[in-house]
Structures are given as structure tokens and as C-alpha cells.
């Protein structure tokens, strides 16, 4: 019988502090990056000891994406390539938590036109478990609350289709938005000087991707809960969600109308509807979500193709 072991959390890249204790505390990082004092051939070395200690049980935490063009060559540290680093520390993982836009699909490296090839974990390990924790940057209190799951429950959260926790990822920020009554009253930000924007009116003819995004941004924000775009008069821009560089973008512009559902018209007509005494919300409700399926849907199609590309 292999020996039992307590699992062991490997963070890469990833640093905690819980109020003044120290991180080093509450938690063992045998391996990071950014904070340890070896590089190259030495941190790898300390990467493969942690590994082989805990083979078959430590989660792997993986932040950035990996280039597959050229042999991988746009990423190298110890000698070997980020594509065959993470292959080799999957294969003795429990299972992988894509931290961040980039490690979730590729994130901005691999916005077209993608030259170095770039993926996200999911696209390269295929017979692990792999949670992602998408934005740019991710939630903290989310990685953490994902790890803590893990070692209460011994198994990773309920997953979406994207595999996002859903405790965190199963909301859209529309429906969490403070903004959101100005949305449904049609008051909309129209500059970022007007009088709306003074008084916190909704930023959708801003280009806000609120009703495509699911986030728990309004609830739990950055900077000890203090601050999150919306809240600093920023419009969404979608971090969350997968190829939002190519999908969401221009950030300031609203999205292009999906064929069907006719979002374009939406916000300009809200208003006017509501002045007409006409109750909109239900109406405006069921269209945005039918644009947030189709354009995860049009997601999935992408990744797939990037997946099988950097298998060839
Ligand atoms: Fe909030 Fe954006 Fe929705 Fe307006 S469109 S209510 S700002 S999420
Ligand atoms: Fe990203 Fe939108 Fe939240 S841009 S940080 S998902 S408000």
C-alpha cells in the first residue's frame, strides 16, 4: 500500500497574505518562482524534489500560457520548454489549477494572431483534472477558496462547461452590478466626463461586457473587497471569459449584434420603452443570455481548434 499523504499544495507564481501573518505560515511553498532565490537548472531541480515527494498527490498551480510553435522555444527555464515543464509535472499531479486569463485559454499571447502558438493548460493535459481560475488578474480569495475546497473536501468544486468553480463563476456580472438599476431604468453613461458617469449610471454604451461575463467581481473585487472596474467607473471588458481579446474587444465598443437576438438595439431602445410604460427587463434579460451562449459556444470551437493545432 502506497503511503497516505496529507496533499501538498504547489504554487507557482502565486503569493497569499492573510492580514500581517506570514505567508510561510499557512502555507508550504516548496517551489515558486517568483520568490525563491534559485533560477534555471537550480529551481528546477528544487521543482522535481517537491514533485517526487508528492508524486500522485499535489495540486499543480500553473500561471501563464504555454507557446507550442517552434518547439516551444518562446519559454524555456532549466534547460527545458514550459510546454514540456507542465507535462512533466502534470503527469504527478492529483490535478492542475489554471490560475489567470493566460494559463485558463492562452490569454492575450494568444490573441490573434497568436505567433508563438500560445495555449492554455487544458488544451495540452487531457487525462487530469484541471480547474480554472480565469481574469486578468484572477481573484485571490477565489484561488484560495478553490485550494481550500480541495483540502476540506478532498475533490475539486462543482465546474461550468468552462470548468470555473461555480461558487464563483456561476452568476454573470449583470445580474451582481450595483449599476444595475440604472440599466434597467435606461440611465446610461454616454462619456466617461458626463453627469451619468458622476453618478454612477451604467456603463453598457461604454462597451461594458457585463451581460456576456460571469465573475464574482462585485462581490468580491480586489484590495481587501475595495475596489473592481465597474466600481471604479470602467466599463467590464469580459477577463473572465475565454479569447476575450479577440471576443470582447474593442473594449470601449458594445459588441456586435449576435444574429437573433438584435443586443445592438437593446440598450437604445430600453429607455424609450420604459418611458412608453413598457416593463423591458425580462425581454432584455433572456436576450443578453442568449448572446453569452452563443459566444461561449463560438469559445469552444476556437479552443478546440488551437487544441488540436498544438497537437499536430
Ligand atoms: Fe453593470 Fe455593465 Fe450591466 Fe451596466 S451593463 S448594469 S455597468 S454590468
Ligand atoms: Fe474582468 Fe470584468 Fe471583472 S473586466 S475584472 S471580469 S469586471
Known amino acids: 500500500m502506497p503511503e497516505e499523504r496529507e496533499p501538498k499544495i504547489h504554487i507557482e507564481n502565486v503569493t497569499y497574505s492573510y492580514g500581517s501573518e506570514p505567508v510561510l505560515r499557512d502555507i508550504s511553498l516548496d517551489y515558486n518562482r ?56 502534470a503527469e504527478g499531479a492529483a490535478a492542475l489549477i489554471a490560475v489567470g486569463a493566460c ?23 487531457k487525462d487530469k483534472p484541471v480547474v480554472a481560475i480565469p481574469g486578468c488578474p484572477p481573484i485571490g480569495d477565489v484561488i484560495t477558496a ?13 465546474l461550468d462547461l468552462q470548468r470555473r468553480p461555480l461558487f464563483a463563476y456561476g452568476a454573470r456580472i449583470h445580474d451582481q ?50 475596489k473592481w472596474p465597474i466600481a471604479a467607473g470602467h466599463p467590464c471588458f469580459g477577463c473572465t471569459e475565454p479569447f476575450f481579446w479577440d471576443t470582447m474587444t ?9 444574429s437573433g437576438f438584435g443586443v445592438e438595439k437593446t440598450a437604445d431602445t430600453i429607455g424609450a420603452a420604459i418611458a412608453a410604460g413598457v416593463t423591458a427587463g425580462v425581454a432584455i434579460h433572456a436576450v443578453a443570455t442568449g448572446i453569452q451562449r452563443a459566444r461561449q459556444s463560438k469559445a469552444t470551437e476556437v479552443y478546440e481548434e488551437s487544441a488540436t493545432e498544438s497537437e499536430g
Not at 148 to 158: I, K, N, S, V
Not at 184 to 202: H, I, M, P, S, T
Request: glycine letters at 12%; charged letters at 15%; a negative charge.
Open 34 to 89: 517568483t520568490i525563491q532565490a534559485a533560477a534555471g537548472a537550480n529551481a528546477l531541480a528544487a521543482l522535481r524534489q517537491a514533485a517526487e515527494e508528492n508524486w500522485g498527490n499535489y495540486l499543480l498551480a500553473v500561471e501563464g500560457s504555454i507557446p507550442t510553435k517552434d518547439g516551444g522555444v518562446y519559454d524555456c527555464s532549466g534547460g527545458i520548454t514550459a510546454r514540456q515543464e507542465l507535462e512533466e509535472f
Open 103 to 125: 494559463a485558463f485559454w492562452g490569454g492575450w499571447p494568444a490573441a490573434n494572431p497568436n505567433p508563438t502558438g500560445a495555449v492554455g493548460v487544458s488544451a495540452l493535459v
Open 146 to 158: 478553490t485550494v481550500a475546497h480541495y483540502l476540506t473536501f478532498g475533490r475539486l468544486p462543482e
Open 177 to 226: 452590478c450595483p449599476r444595475r438599476a440604472h440599466y434597467n431604468a435606461g440611465q446610461y453613461v454616454e462619456k466617461f466626463d458626463d453627469e451619468a458617469a458622476r453618478r454612477g449610471w451604467c456603463l453598457y454604451k461604454m462597451g461594458c461586457k457585463g451581460p456576456e461575463t460571469y465573475s464574482p467581481c462585485p462581490l468580491i473585487a480586489w484590495n481587501g473587497t475595495t
Open 250 to 258: 474593442p473594449i470601449y465598443n458594445r459588441l456586435p449584434a449576435v
